[in-house]
């Protein structure tokens, strides 16, 4: 199975800050079907960009991701507070089994 | 819009069976997309469990492949997870969701429902 491994486990940011996550693919992963996902505490992850680059309805704009073959990543132009979360990639393109990476906890400085 | 809420019981004892429902309201799950469940750990870990696509069909994540059984009402727009022989390891927050055919993103979630097992 492709392991996707996501580093910092943890990170914090100041305001403003540019911030960026990353997530390793064990083998390669076709830009299609790698996708992110946000969570804040008791609530369900929710889609945040599928297929790499492209933003699901409601994310802003400072966000953006980017990445091909094992190499992908999530950044934030500008942190603002609302952005603290945990955010998970997850591939969908050498399945079964579809497998999750273990997550980014962004904190607010 | 589409929802999915899951419902069953939140305490199970090992040795036994974890069974949950997971209602879908807004589209019909013959229609399209693969229908999930996924799993988070105490700790946030996510697993992927298994699906049932809109045509019947079911793939199981093969860790899991001897204990997991996907079924669905098609008339009640429910699909149902049951798990076999749980274990404490099973405890988890149990989300169903919706997958997209193809690129398999998961556009909507369940709230999730924890479910815990002990004697």
């Known amino acids: 199975q492709i392991v996707l491994t996501q580093s910092p486990a943890i990170m914090s940011a100041s305001l403003g800050e540019r911030v960026t996550m990353t997530c390793t693919a064990s083998s390669s992963v076709s830009s299609s079907y790698l996708h992110w996902y946000q969570q804040k505490p008791g609530s369900s992850p929710k889609l945040w960009i599928y297929?790499?680059?492209n933003l699901a309805s409601g994310v802003p704009a400072r966000f953006s991701g980017s990445g091909s073959g094992t190499s992908y990543s999530l950044t934030i132009s500008s942190m603002e507070a609302e952005d603290a979360a945990t955010y998970y990639c997850h591939q969908y393109h050498r399945s079964p089994p579809i497998t999750f990476g273990a997550g980014t906890k962004l904190e607010l400085k | 819009d589409v929802q999915l809420q899951e419902s069953g019981p939140d305490l199970v004892k090992p040795s036994q069976s974890l069974s949950l429902t997971c209602t879908v309201t807004g589209y019909s799950i013959t229609s399209g997309y693969s229908w999930h469940w996924i799993r988070q750990f105490p700790g946030n870990k996510l697993e992927w469990m298994g699906y049932?696509?809109?045509?019947?069909?079911?793939n199981y994540n093969p860790s899991l492949k001897s204990r997991i059984s996907i079924t669905r009402d098609t008339s009640k727009n429910q699909f149902f997870l049951q798990l076999n022989s749980v274990t404490t390891e099973d405890t988890a927050t149990y989300y169903c969701?919706?997958?997209?055919?193809?690129?398999?993103?998961?556009?909507?979630w369940g709230q999730g429902t924890l479910v815990t097992v002990s004697a």
């Open positions: 049932i696509h809109y045509s019947g069909s079911t």
């Open positions: 297929s790499t680059s």
């Open positions: 969701a919706r997958g997209e055919l193809g690129r398999g993103w998961f556009a909507y």
